[in-house]
C-alpha cells in the first residue's frame, strides 16, 4: 500500500468509503425489475457509512458498514408505484452474505400492490450485486 511500510508489516489502512458511497449508488440506480405488468426503476438515493481496507503483517483485511437506501418507480395497470428498497446491515461481519433487504411500498397501499412490488424485486440479483462489490473492494 505505501513505500514506508516494508514488507507490510506494520498496521497500515486504507479509507475507501467515498469510492465505496460513489460505487454503490452506481451499482443500484437504473436497474430494472418486473412482475405481471408491474415494471419498476431505481433510483439510489443514501449510500452512507464506512469502508476500507487493513494491512497488518503482510495480511489484507477489507471491512465495510454501509446502509443503502434505494427509492423504486414505476407503473402497473392501475397506475404509479413508489417503493423502497433498504438495507440497513451490509458489513462485513454478516455470517454468510446473508444481507437483510427490506421493501416496501410508499404507493399505493395494499396487499396486493405490495405483493406485486415483493415479487417483482429480485432480492437474490440484490445479493450477488452486493458480493460483486465486495469482491471489487478486496481487488482495491
Not at 475507501?16 to 430494472?32: N, P, Q, V, Y
Not at 449510500?47 to 414505476?74: P, T
Amino acid at each position: 500500500m505505501s513505500t514506508w511500510n516494508v514488507n507490510q508489516w506494520h498496521w497500515e489502512e486504507k479509507k475507501w468509503s467515498s469510492w465505496a458511497c460513489d460505487r454503490l449508488k452506481e451499482m443500484f440506480s437504473g436497474l430494472e425489475f418486473e412482475s405481471g405488468d408491474l415494471k419498476m426503476t431505481s433510483v439510489c438515493k443514501t449510500v452512507s457509512g464506512d469502508a476500507y481496507v487493513n494491512i497488518r503483517k503482510g495480511k489484507r483485511y477489507e471491512g465495510y458498514d454501509m446502509k443503502i437506501e434505494i427509492d423504486l418507480e414505476g407503473e402497473d395497470a392501475d397506475g404509479k408505484v413508489s417503493a423502497k428498497i433498504a438495507i440497513p446491515d451490509f458489513c462485513d461481519d454478516v455470517d454468510d452474505q446473508a444481507f437483510k433487504v427490506n421493501v416496501t411500498v410508499t404507493s399505493p397501499s395494499g396487499s396486493g400492490c405490495y405483493d406485486k412490488v415483493t415479487a417483482a424485486v429480485d432480492t437474490k440479483k440484490i445479493g450477488e450485486m452486493l458480493v460483486a462489490f465486495i469482491d471489487e473492494l478486496r481487488e482495491k
